[in-house]
């Protein structure tokens, strides 16, 4: 029983990391209606800022900080010089877009910081005096900054007028004009929320999956996983996916069928639910009366 | 009385296709101006290209002073509020917020929210519904919704495409009532697309009627009521 709770709670752990990947990866797809197969390497890039910042002596929680700010101008600069060249361009054209820009920025990683494996430190103490056995610190503690991330996320979005504003562009972007919103800018003020919610996942994996150039190939694709899972049109139900398939990774990993082909397993049930419901599990049609 | 909005030749076009043939048309302050005529005339487009919505060339004038929009967002920054063809009302959001994205250039949080109180004394309709999506209104309600969100930004210039469309006699008489309110005691000036002919010439103190890009008559609204033939010919009423 103590084993099982802990494999759901550090499947929790690693789940709160692919719900900031989801949740980022549907920001972008609710603006857009593409999906971002750079968003991965951009938070591998981020984390690299932090691990040299670290380096550098700024303390983790400054190096954490700069480097959400970091990433959010880097995700504004990407869609403002890059995106934005391809505005009304084929679908698959911008598709090669993102995928040109996942193997740019994972090569600039690579020559910049080489492909070398790196430790990258918790922020958070080696043992604490409770949940010995059921779970880390360092999980413990990515749950918590995940989930405050999602509050404050949610907040935005719910009660800020530019959080509204941003709804609205994303909904209907001629409207949205009409009323006076600058729909370019919030859609790189998207990108950039994004490029900042996937840093804060990249620093929160570095500790567990070490920091190089690919780490977060398998983290987007559970990403992507809980998206599709949750529901490409609902953020909420995207992150709560991501929960799911942490779990559900984890659970497979330990009592199914072992380590090696708990991805296997944990898409298998992911397509499953698709099939049964292909919107996902809490996709949010919105209801309209016509 | 002065014109708040004159275009003169006005062409419009979408890509290489041209629409709008040299219009001629004016809209005075405190006015409302029709705009009438058949299906594909191109009546949609002169307001889309009012508010760079379509690529124009001509002159437009917005009180006497060039009004070149960049973008459509420009344009309510002018002052000028468009009720899109289709309504455009923002479907997955609630009514309020619709209505707060109406105000989205204001900064006077009071003032806005006198005029939320304002557009629910003239839809009362609209307050009962006030967190319901959007998506849920009727076509009459999103047809107020849309109407009243354009008036949240406190616009000099309003304009209508096709207010009554779609919807049921009774509910079109109680939305063109509220339209001459609007006009009689804000003094917002309009200009309204219309296929209701008689309707909007009831409303109008000036009319044009075009066809195939051109304007073929344009004159007080009253003459044009009262001209048997051209209402024969023309209007089919
Ligand atoms: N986005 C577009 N691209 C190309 N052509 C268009 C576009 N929108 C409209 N047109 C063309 O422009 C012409 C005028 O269309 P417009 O929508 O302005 O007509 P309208 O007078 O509003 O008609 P209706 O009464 O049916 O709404 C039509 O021939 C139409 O096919
Ligand atoms: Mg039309």
């Not at chain 1, 360092?138 to 991330?149: A, C």
């Not at chain 2, 109407?147 to 207010?163: G, K, Q």
């Not at chain 2, 049921?168 to 309110?181: M, Q, S, T």
């Not at chain 2, 010439?201 to 195939?212: C, F, P, Q, R, V």
Request: net charge neutral.
């Amino acid at each position: 029983m103590a084993a099982l709770i802990h494999q759901i709670l550090s499947g929790l752990a690693m789940g709160s990391i692919y719900a900031c990947v989801a949740l980022a990866v549907v920001m972008i797809y609710q603006a857009t209606h593409l999906v971002n197969f750079a968003q991965g390497e951009m938070a591998m890039f981020s984390t690299y800022i932090a691990w040299a910042l670290i380096n550098a002596g700024v303390p983790y929680w400054g190096a954490f900080f700069l480097t959400i700010i970091f990433s959010f101008v880097l995700g504004m600069a990407i869609e403002r010089l890059i995106i934005r060249q391809f505005d009304g361009a084929p679908v698959l054209t911008v598709v090669i877009v993102f995928i040109g820009l996942l193997v740019i920025i994972n090569s600039l990683a690579g020559f910049l910081f080489s492909y070398t494996i790196k430790s990258f430190d918790s922020p958070f103490p080696e043992t604490m005096s409770f949940g010995r056995g059921y779970i880390s610190p360092h999980e413990l503690g990515s749950i918590g900054v995940v989930l405050v991330v999602l509050a404050l996320v949610y907040a935005f979005f719910r009660f800020t007028p530019l959080g509204l504003a941003m709804r609205a562009a994303a909904q209907n972007p001629v409207s949205a004009r009409l009323v006076g919103i600058r729909v370019h800018r919030m859609l790189a003020i998207g990108w950039g929320l994004a490029a900042a919610i996937g840093a804060v996942a990249g620093m929160m994996a570095a500790p567990i999956v070490y920091l190089d150039p690919n780490m977060m190939l398998g983290i987007l694709l559970y990403g992507f996983a809980a998206a599709l899972l949750g529901g490409i049109d609902n953020p909420w139900g995207a992150a709560l996916g991501g929960f799911i398939v942490g779990v559900l990774e984890n659970v497979a990993g330990a009592y199914l069928v072992g380590e090696e082909i708990k991805l296997t397993v944990a898409l298998a049930i992911i397509i499953g639910v698709l099939v049964a419901k292909p919107s996902g599990l809490f996709s949010r049609a919105i209801v309209t009366r016509v | 009385m002065a014109a708040l909005l004159e275009t003169r030749g006005l062409k419009a076009f979408y890509g290489s296709t041209q629409v709008l043939y040299g219009v001629d048309l004016a809209v005075a302050e405190g006015g409302v101006t029709a705009l009438l005529g058949a299906n594909g005339a191109g009546k949609t487009t002169l307001l889309r290209a009012l508010c760079a919505m379509a690529r124009r060339e001509g002159t437009v004038l917005l009180d006497g002073k060039p009004f070149n929009p960049r973008q459509a967002e420009d344009a309510a920054r002018c002052g000028v509020a468009h009720v899109p063809d289709g309504r455009g009302t923002f479907l997955g959001l609630t009514v309020e917020q619709n209505l707060r994205l109406g105000a989205y250039l204001r900064k006077d949080r009071d003032g806005v929210a006198k005029d939320l109180d304002r557009a629910f004394s003239y839809f009362p309709r609209l307050e009962e519904r006030r967190q319901q999506q959007a998506g849920t209104l009727s076509g009459g309600e999103q047809q107020m919704l849309a109407i009243s969100r354009a008036l949240m930004l406190r616009p000099r210039l309003l304009l209508l495409d096709e207010p009554s469309f779609g919807l049921a006699p009774l509910v079109v008489k109680g939305i063109f009532d509220i339209l001459r309110a609007i006009n009689r005691d804000e003094g917002v000036s309009m200009l309204m697309v219309e296929q209701n002919a008689s309707l909007a010439l009831a409303l109008a103190d000036h009319a044009y009627l075009i066809e195939t890009g051109r304007v073929v008559i344009g004159g007080a609204a009253a003459a044009l009521r009262a001209d048997e033939s051209i209402r024969r010919v023309y209007l089919g009423y």
